[in-house]
């Protein structure tokens, strides 16, 4: 009896941080879609900053020196993936999230819902099934936007990271000759 309160008092308490989270993560999310909308547009019109940076960094290291310039080239190559692989982890991480968050919004309320069916009081049913089925579908919108956002921007990070390495490998011939 008492790990069923226990456990029940836990889950009540957890309740406003989970529902604070869900909305935290859908002002991200919000965020995040402003952001890649920008960037679209700024592919569209031929811009793609991090590839030309990287470029512009694999430029700047080569100093004529073979064994020096193919280790700076790499340098650069692997920051760009590793840049690459950090910016696309915060998509990732919404993918989860959201959809885990929205699943504890969902059991919580569920809890005092079937309570409140057992007592006969149908308002506190139907309105924590309200906010228990809200919330599986806010989080399961989270995640949805999140993955297509994040399978965007992979496709992006790919070709980035391509025409970087292919860059290096240009430069690093140039530099041969």
Same mark, same amino acid.
């Given at each position: 009896?008492?790990?069923?309160?226990? $456990?029940?008092?836990?889950?009540?308490?957890?309740?406003?941080?989970?529902?604070?989270?869900?909305?935290?993560?859908?002002?991200?999310?919000?965020?995040? /879609?402003?952001?890649? $909308?920008?960037?679209?547009?700024?592919?569209?019109?031929?811009? !793609?900053?991090?590839?030309? !940076?990287?470029?512009?960094?694999?430029?700047?290291?080569?100093?004529?020196?073979?064994?020096?310039? #193919? $280790?700076?080239?790499?340098? /650069?190559?692997?920051?760009?993936?590793?840049?690459?692989?950090?910016?696309?982890?915060?998509?990732?991480? *919404?993918?989860? /999230?959201?959809?885990?968050?929205?699943?504890?919004?969902?059991?919580?309320?569920?809890?005092?819902? $079937?309570?409140?069916?057992?007592?006969?009081?149908?308002?506190?049913?139907?309105?924590?099934?309200?906010?228990?089925?809200?919330?599986?579908?806010?989080?399961?919108?989270?995640?949805?936007?999140?993955?297509? /956002?994040?399978?965007?921007?992979?496709?992006?990070?790919? *070709?980035?990271?391509?025409?970087?390495?292919?860059?290096?490998? !240009?430069?690093?011939?140039?530099? #041969? *000759?």
């Amino acid at each position: 009896m008492w790990a069923k309160e226990a $456990l029940g008092a836990i889950a009540d308490l957890l309740f406003v941080p989970v529902v604070v989270g869900l909305i935290g993560v859908v002002i991200w999310t919000m965020v995040a /879609v402003g952001l890649f $909308l920008r960037s679209f547009a700024g592919r569209a019109r031929g811009r !793609r900053p991090a590839r030309d !940076r990287y470029r512009a960094a694999i430029d700047a290291a080569l100093t004529g020196n073979a064994h020096d310039d #193919e $280790l700076a080239a790499e340098e /650069v190559v692997a920051r760009a993936e590793s840049d690459a692989a950090r910016s696309l982890n915060s998509v990732r991480f *919404a993918i989860r /999230v959201g959809p885990s968050l929205g699943r504890m919004g969902t059991l919580i309320p569920m809890a005092t819902a $079937l309570s409140g069916l057992a007592r006969g009081d149908l308002q506190v049913l139907a309105s924590n099934m309200v906010i228990a089925f809200s919330s599986t579908v806010v989080g399961l919108a989270v995640g949805v936007v999140a993955y297509l /956002v994040a399978m965007v921007r992979e496709g992006w990070a790919r *070709a980035d990271l391509d025409a970087v390495r292919f860059h290096a490998e !240009r430069a690093l011939r140039r530099e #041969e *000759a």
